[in-house]
């Protein structure tokens, strides 16, 4: 499985940015997709999850303000966020789950001036 991920930049804190992560390969192992953050010195924290059944997760950080949509093909996953504060300056990482193991996207960076 490959993952592309896409939708990064710099925005001032209030605004919106969009991530896309589409998948490609042996995708239908998979159960489900999650975008996942890091911030210089810290370790790697689940932002959301959406699975095949159609289950969503959030960080309570994120809740209210980010969304994650998907489908139960399983080949993209997107994250919209809004009312971006400088605290979710990271690094943002896609990853898709099969049974017995995952995949990682490359990162995109997210700076959220203030």
């Known amino acids: 499985v490959q993952l592309q991920a896409s939708g990064g930049g710099l925005v001032q804190a209030g605004g919106s940015l969009r991530l896309s992560c589409a998948a490609s390969?042996?995708?239908?192992?998979?159960?489900?997709m999650a975008w996942y953050r890091q911030a210089p010195g810290k370790q790697r924290d689940l932002v959301a999850s959406f699975t095949r059944g159609g289950s969503t997760k959030y960080a309570d950080s994120v809740k209210g303000r980010f969304t994650i949509t998907g489908d139960n093909v399983m080949n993209a996953v997107s994250l919209q966020m809004n009312s971006l504060k400088p605290e979710d300056t990271a690094v943002y990482y896609c990853?898709?789950?099969?049974?017995?193991?995952?995949?990682w996207g490359q990162g995109t960076q997210v700076t959220v001036s203030s």
């Open positions: 390969g042996s995708i239908f192992g998979l159960n489900a």
């Open positions: 990853k898709a789950e099969a049974i017995f193991r995952s995949y």
